[in-house]
C-alpha cells in the first residue's frame, strides 16, 4: 500500500523545505510581519521547521501607523510567545523624516508609501532575504511569482527576466546589496490557509470574526471608519456586523458583512463567496497592474 | 465541497504552440468548474474591452503581466489554483514561445501531468514534439494529448485517430508513460468538464474526469531512502541542550525509527533514535514529508550530506555522465568553471546526487 499526503500536510512540507532553506542559504534573513493570516500562518510553520530552537531570524513589520489595534495587540502577544525579535519599520517616521509625501485627498492611502519604509529597514539592517506570506492565487502578478524571488540593489524585481527554478532547487546566489523575497506560501490558496488554520488550531486576532463596527460604503466596499479617515458628502457612518476577510492599511481594507464566529462558519462562508478575498482592497484598483507596478518598485 | 481537509493534490502543466487554445483551455476548466470569482470576470471583461477583443479573453485571467497583455503572448508562468470535490488542482500555465523555454521548464519541473494540445486542423507540429520531449525529459508520470478545435474539423473520429496514431510513435521513441488521448473542443467545452454529444465515437473520460483520478506520485515512498540533510537543527537552550536532529524533506522512500542508516559521503552508521515533525514524534515518515531525523550516535553530519538506509545504498563516483540543458541565452564555454546546486531532484524516479 502506498501512502499520500493530504493537500494541506503536502503545502506545509513544501513551505517547511523552503523556510530551511532560507535559513540555510542567506546569512541575514528576515520574516515579513502583517498582523494577517497569511503572515500568522507563515510564522507558525517557521515555529515548526526549526522546532525546538527558535526561528533563527527576526520579524519585521511595516506599520502604517494606520493599523487595526486588535493587529498590533495580536503582534506583540505572538512575538512574546514565539521569542523571537520584532523590528517596525514605521511609515509615520519616514513622513516625518521626508523620505515620502503623505498622500491627500478622500482616497489617501499609507500602503504605497510603506514600500520606501520597507526598502529602507531592510537596507538599514542589511537583510538579504525577506519572507513573505504573499500567494499566487491572490492576483495576477502574484501568480509569476518564483519562490526565491531576485531583487536588484534598488529592490527591484523584473518579472520578464526572472531565473529558472526546477523541481526544489532554489537559487539564493546574489551580488551584494541585492536581496530576494522568498514566498514560501506560494502554493496555498485562500482556503488552503483557512482550513490549515482549523487543523491546527491557530489562534487569529479577532477582527477575523464577526463584530459590530463603524462602517461607510464607498464604490461598493464596505470600509471601517476610522477618525482619520475623509468621508465624502454622500457617505454615512452605520453600525454593523462585519469581520475582515485580508487584514491590511484601514484605509484600504474593504470589510465583509457577516455573521461567522467560528472557522467552520467562515469556510462555509469563503465557499460561497463569488468574489476574491482582494475584491474589497481599493489598493488593487488604481489601475489594472497596480500590483505588478508596486511589485517592481519594491512593494511586499 | 470546497472544504474537505484530506483532499489529494494534482500539479499539471498545459503546454502547447501559441495559438493552440491553452488558455481557453484553462479559462474553461476553471470556468466550469466554477472557480472563476466574480470580481475577476469582471476585471477581465473590462481588459477585453479595453484591448478592442470582441469576446471575453479568457487568456487574461493568466497573463498577468503588463508586458503580456499588451503583446498577447505569455512570457512566464502563472499559476492557477482550483478544486473539484475529488482533487485540488495546482495549474502551471506555460508560455509557448521557444525563447520562454526555461520559464516552461520551471513550470513542467514539478509537474504529475503535462497537458499537451495540438490543433486538430494542424495536427502533430514542431513545437508538440519539443513539448513532449520536454515531458520526457522532466519524467512527468502521466501526459494527456489533448486534440483541440475538433468543432473545426466536424469532430472527425478519423482525424482524431490519425493524430493519435501518429502520436503514439513519438510517445514510445520519447519513453513517455501513461499517454491518454482526447478529443476536446475548448471554446465550447467539449470533454473538457461535459462529456460531448458531437464525439459518440469516443469511449474515454472528460478531460476533468482524467485530472480527477490519474495516479500522483505513485510509489516514491516505496523507492530507496535519499533524505538529503538540508538543516542541524540545534537549540541554544537549556531544556534542549542535547538536542540535535538533522531536518530535510524525504526525496524517497520510508524512513522508521529504528532503522539502520549510512550517512554519505562518510559512509557513517547509525540507527534512527527518533524522527520529529515540530512537537510531535513519529513512528516514520515518508516522502516527501519534511522533518527531522535523530540518530543513536554522535556522527558527524552537515547541510549537503544525504542520509540513507544502509541495506539500500546508492552508488558513488567522483565521475558521473549526464546530459546538461543548457537554460542561458549565452553558450555554455568548455573549460569554464562553473558552479553545480547540488541536490535532490525530488520527484523523480530515480534521484541522484551531484558532485561539484
Known amino acids: 500500500m502506498s501512502s499520500k499526503l493530504t493537500h494541506l500536510k503536502e503545502l506545509e512540507s513544501e513551505s517547511i523545505y523552503v523556510l530551511r532553506e532560507v535559513a540555510a542559504q542567506f546569512e541575514k534573513p528576515v520574516l515579513l510581519f502583517s498582523g494577517g493570516k497569511d503572515s500568522i500562518v507563515m510564522a507558525y510553520l517557521a515555529y515548526k521547521a526549526f522546532y525546538p530552537a527558535a526561528i533563527p531570524f527576526p520579524f519585521l513589520h511595516i506599520d502604517t501607523g494606520h493599523n487595526f489595534e486588535e493587529t498590533i495587540a495580536y503582534r506583540d502577544e505572538l512575538i512574546k510567545k514565539l521569542g523571537v525579535k520584532l523590528i517596525v519599520g514605521s511609515v509615520q517616521e519616514s513622513i516625518d523624516n521626508g523620505r515620502v509625501v503623505e498622500e491627500t485627498g478622500v482616497n489617501a492611502s499609507r500602503n504605497k508609501l510603506q514600500t520606501v519604509t520597507l526598502l529602507d529597514a531592510l537596507a538599514e539592517h542589511k537583510f538579504d532575504a525577506a519572507l513573505g506570506g504573499a500567494r499566487r492565487d491572490e492576483e495576477k502578478a502574484r501568480a509569476k511569482e518564483r519562490f526565491f524571488s531576485h531583487r536588484d540593489e534598488f529592490g527591484q524585481w523584473d518579472p520578464k527576466n526572472q531565473r529558472p527554478e526546477l523541481w526544489n532547487i532554489f537559487n539564493g546566489r546574489k551580488q551584494l546589496g541585492e536581496h530576494f523575497r522568498i514566498f514560501p506560501l506560494s502554493n496555498w490558496t485562500e482556503m488552503d490557509i483557512w482550513q490549515y488554520i482549523l487543523q491546527e488550531n491557530i489562534e487569529l486576532p479577532s477582527l477575523y470574526y464577526t463584530h459590530e463596527r463603524e462602517v461607510f460604503e464607498r464604490d461598493g466596499i464596505w470600509l471601517a471608519y476610522y477618525p482619520f479617515m475623509q468621508l465624502k458628502p454622500d457617505e454615512v457612518i452605520m453600525r454593523k456586523r462585519i469581520r475582515c476577510r485580508t487584514i491590511g492599511d484601514i484605509t484600504c481594507t474593504g470589510v465583509t458583512i457577516s455573521e461567522a464566529h467560528s472557522l467552520e462558519d467562515i469556510i462555509n462562508e469563503i465557499a460561497a463567496s463569488r468574489v476574491t478575498e482582494r475584491g474589497g482592497r481599493s489598493d488593487d484598483k488604481r489601475s489594472e497592474a497596480a500590483m505588478e507596478d508596486r511589485k517592481k518598485a519594491g512593494y511586499f | ?356
Not at chain 2, 503581466?65 to 512566464?76: K, S, V
Not at chain 2, 485540488?88 to 514561445?97: E, L, M, Q, R, V
Not at chain 2, 527518533?274 to 512537537?279: H, L, Q, T, V
Not at chain 2, 540518530?295 to 558527524?300: E, G, H, I, K, R
Request: aromatic share 8%; with cysteine; hydrophobic share 40%.
Open chain 2, 1 to 356: 465541497m470546497n472544504g474537505y481537509l484530506d483532499m489529494e493534490l494534482l500539479r499539471f502543466t498545459t503546454a502547447g504552440s501559441v495559438d493552440d487554445g491553452k488558455s481557453t483551455l484553462i479559462g474553461r476548466l476553471l470556468y466550469d468548474s466554477k472557480s472563476i470569482f466574480e470580481d475577476q470576470l469582471e476585471a477581465v471583461k473590462t481588459a477585453s474591452e479595453r484591448l478592442g477583443n470582441e469576446e471575453i479573453n479568457l487568456a487574461l485571467l493568466t497573463d498577468g503581466l503588463r508586458a503580456e497583455r499588451e503583446q498577447g503572448i505569455t512570457i512566464d508562468v502563472a499559476y492557477r489554483y482550483f478544486a473539484t470535490p475529488k482533487r485540488k488542482f495546482i495549474i502551471a500555465d506555460t508560455p509557448g514561445h521557444i525563447e520562454y523555454t526555461r520559464n516552461m521548464v520551471t513550470g513542467a519541473s514539478t509537474a504529475d501531468a503535462a497537458i499537451i494540445l495540438v490543433d486538430a486542423r494542424n495536427g502533430i507540429i514542431e513545437q508538440t514534439k519539443r513539448h513532449s520531449y520536454v515531458a520526457s525529459l522532466l519524467q512527468i508520470d502521466n501526459v494527456i494529448l489533448a486534440v483541440n478545435k475538433m468543432d473545426l474539423v466536424g469532430f472527425s473520429e478519423d482525424i482524431f485517430n490519425e493524430i493519435k496514431s501518429e502520436y503514439t510513435l513519438i510517445a514510445k521513441k520519447l519513453n513517455l508513460k501513461n499517454v491518454h488521448y482526447i478529443p476536446i473542443s475548448a471554446r465550447d467545452g467539449d470533454n473538457v468538464v461535459n462529456r460531448s454529444e458531437n464525439t459518440p465515437w469516443y469511449k474515454g473520460e472528460t478531460l476533468l474526469c482524467l485530472l480527477e483520478t490519474l495516479p500522483v506520485k505513485d510509489g516514491i515512498d516505496k523507492l530507496p531512502v535519499r533524505f538529503p540533510v538540508q538543516y542541524v537543527i540545534r537549540p541554544q537552550s537549556d531544556k534542549f541542550h542535547d538536542y540535535r536532529a538533522y531536518a530535510g524533506r524525504l526525496a524517497s522512500g520510508r524512513i522508521k525509527t529504528g532503522d539502520k542508516v549510512t550517512i554519505l559521503p562518510s559512509f557513517t552508521e547509525s540507527t534512527v533514535k527518533a524522527i520529529d515533525e515540530a512537537d510531535k514524534p513519529l513512528n516514520e515518515a515518508f516522502a516527501p514529508q519534511s522533518v527531522a531525523i535523530r540518530l543513536n550516535d554522535n556522527v558527524d553530519i552537515s547541510r549537503g550530506d544525504m542520509i540513507v538506509k544502509s541495506d539500500n545504498l546508492p552508488s558513488l563516483d567522483a565521475n558521473i555522465s549526464l546530459m546538461v540543458c543548457w537554460l542561458n541565452h549565452r553558450p555554455l564555454s568548455i573549460g569554464a568553471k562553473y558552479i553545480i546546486r547540488r541536490t535532490i531532484f525530488l520527484f523523480a524516479r530515480h534521484p541522484f546526487l551531484f558532485e561539484h
